[in-house]
């Protein structure tokens, strides 16, 4: 389950798809042919809520310095903030049903086994929601996955920004956030000091 067993590989992940229905209806609700996205307004704001808030999710979804080396080019997760069809180099990924070739569900691929599932699924439905709540409309797709402004490098760059973020911060509360941060950064303090044993000893044999 680490995300990152070497650097020659692309890693492992945990991949995350979402689409939706309206109560009562069996239409995936995503998708939205009239539009020429073919997602729907929902759809899109939920994504553009995402993106806002990708930097700071970042800490509940790769919640460990390991995890972070698995952002880049070759490693199926993107390194900018942006989105796309069909791209497995961008951070999320609408993906197209070949038979009707209509948007069906999202994919965040920012994610890995090492996350509390159930804090980094609320934290990641919570942004969406926030979008279609306040019915932000989703930024143009990218046709180059190196565009678009830069993902946190780090956990604790991460982790900084989550300090800042109040809407997600208002989602957890204010003891869980202030509890989740500081554990999160005695472990990332505490994963890199067991990295540096390591690659001191590694030197020395």
């Given at each position: 389950f680490l995300p990152k067993t070497s650097m020659m590989t692309a890693g492992n992940g945990l991949h995350l798809h979402f689409s939706f229905r309206n109560v009562g209806s069996k239409a995936n609700m995503f998708s939205d042919p009239k539009?020429?996205?073919?997602?729907?307004?929902?759809?899109?704001?939920?994504?553009?809520?995402?993106?806002?808030?990708?930097?700071?999710?970042?800490?509940?979804?790769?919640?460990t310095n390991n995890s972070f080396r698995r952002i880049g080019p070759g490693c199926w997760t993107g390194s900018t903030i942006v989105w796309s069809t069909e791209d497995k180099e961008v951070p999320l990924r609408v993906c197209i049903d070949l038979d009707t070739n209509q948007a069906t569900n999202v994919e965040l691929k920012l994610s890995d086994a090492t996350a509390n599932i159930y804090l980094e699924i609320a934290m990641i439905l919570s942004a969406g929601m926030d979008g279609m709540k306040n019915k932000k409309k989703l930024r143009p797709m990218v046709t180059d996955a190196t565009s678009g402004a830069p993902l946190p490098q780090s956990l604790q760059e991460s982790l900084d920004l989550l300090k800042t973020n109040e809407f997600l911060k208002s989602v957890l509360g204010p003891e869980l956030s202030t509890a989740y941060v500081a554990v999160r950064e005695s472990e990332a303090e505490l994963e890199k000091s067991l990295e540096e044993e390591v690659m001191d000893a590694f030197n020395k044999a």
């Open positions: 539009e020429a996205t073919g997602i729907s307004q929902e759809g899109g704001s939920f994504i553009e809520g995402i993106l806002g808030h990708l930097p700071s999710l970042l800490s509940f979804s790769l919640p």
